[in-house]
C-alpha cells in the first residue's frame, strides 16, 4: 500500500496549515499502519511529490511568481512530471520491496533539501 502525501507534510506551510496538518496526519498514519500490518505482509509507504507539472498546477507552474521564486529551489531545474514517479511505483509494487515499509519517498527534484 503506497499513500501520495504532500512536500506541505514535511515544511511549514503558514498559509495552509490545515492542509500540511491533513498531509501530515496521512504520514502518522502510514506508519501506524505499516507496523500494524507488517506481521500479514503488508507494506505500507509513503510517496511525497514536489511540484509536479499536472493539469491542476498548470496555472501556478506557469506564472511568472513560480518561475522566478520556486523554480530556482528546485535543484534539477525543472518541474517533475508523472513519468518521475514510475521507478517508485514499480519498486514499491514488486517483490525488491518486500522487506521495506513505513517509509517516505521524497519525489521532488532535491526541492526538499536546498
Same mark, same amino acid.
Given at each position: *500500500? @503506497?499513500? +501520495?502525501? !504532500? &512536500?506541505? @507534510? &514535511?515544511?511549514? !506551510?503558514?498559509? !495552509? @496549515? =490545515?492542509?500540511?496538518?491533513?498531509?501530515? @496526519? *496521512?504520514?502518522?498514519? *502510514?506508519?501506524? &499502519?505499516?507496523?500494524?500490518?507488517?506481521? =500479514?505482509? $503488508?507494506?505500507?509507504?509513503? $510517496?511525497?511529490?514536489?511540484? $509536479?507539472e499536472t493539469p491542476m +498546477?498548470?496555472?501556478?507552474?506557469?506564472?511568472?511568481?513560480?518561475? +522566478?521564486?520556486v523554480l530556482p529551489r528546485v535543484p534539477a531545474r525543472r518541474w517533475g512530471t508523472g513519468g518521475d514517479f514510475g521507478g517508485i511505483a514499480v519498486y514499491l509494487t514488486s517483490n525488491a520491496s518486500n522487506y521495506h515499509t513505513g517509509d517516505t519517498f521524497v519525489i521532488d527534484g532535491g526541492y526538499a533539501i536546498f
Open positions: *500500500m @503506497a499513500v +501520495t502525501a !504532500s &512536500l506541505a @507534510a &514535511l515544511e511549514g !506551510s503558514p498559509l !495552509s @496549515a =490545515h492542509y500540511a496538518a491533513s498531509k501530515g @496526519a *496521512m504520514l502518522s498514519v *502510514m506508519r501506524a &499502519l505499516a507496523v500494524g500490518l507488517a506481521r =500479514h505482509k $503488508i507494506r505500507c509507504n509513503a $510517496i511525497v511529490p514536489g511540484w $509536479i +498546477t498548470e496555472k501556478a507552474v506557469h506564472g511568472d511568481a513560480f518561475k +522566478t521564486r
